[in-house]
């Protein structure tokens, strides 16, 4: 499996933005899917974003469309999730994780290894 660290939450205002930033340890970041999920309080995990091995294929979930990017660096075992246009009600835990599949899969159980979460809370 892959250790993966989550980075860059916080508190911003309702319309500002944020990167998240994932590294990954290991040299075998390239050979997996990886993906942004979230959890609010009291709520069930629900997906983000999705990039497949070489971003060739890329999900986003309708309210993430428009307003985040996905995006990998390989060479810098890093993954990426810019978000603009923040809402409160993109407030929550943010994971990243991988899975061992080509396509940019949207389910929670398709994906192996998940980092520990990083908090974004957007203020109205």
């Known amino acids: 499996q892959v250790q993966l660290v989550e980075s860059g939450g916080g508190l911003v205002q309702a319309g500002g933005s944020l990167r998240l930033s994932c590294a990954a340890s290991g040299r075998t970041f390239g050979s997996y899917t990886m993906g942004w999920f979230r959890q609010a309080p009291g709520k069930e995990r629900e997906f983000v974003a999705a990039?497949?091995?070489?971003?060739?294929?890329?999900n986003y979930s309708d309210s993430a469309k428009g307003r985040f990017t996905i995006s990998r660096d390989n060479a810098k075992s890093t993954l990426y999730l810019q978000m603009n246009v923040l809402k409160p009600k993109d407030t929550a835990v943010y994971y990243c994780?991988?899975?061992?599949?080509?396509?940019?899969?949207?389910?929670?159980?398709?994906?192996?290894?998940w980092g520990q979460g990083t908090q974004v809370t957007v203020s109205s």
């Open positions: 990039i497949s091995r070489i971003g060739s294929s890329i």
């Open positions: 994780a991988a899975a061992r599949t080509m396509m940019a899969v949207t389910t929670t159980g398709s994906y192996d290894s």
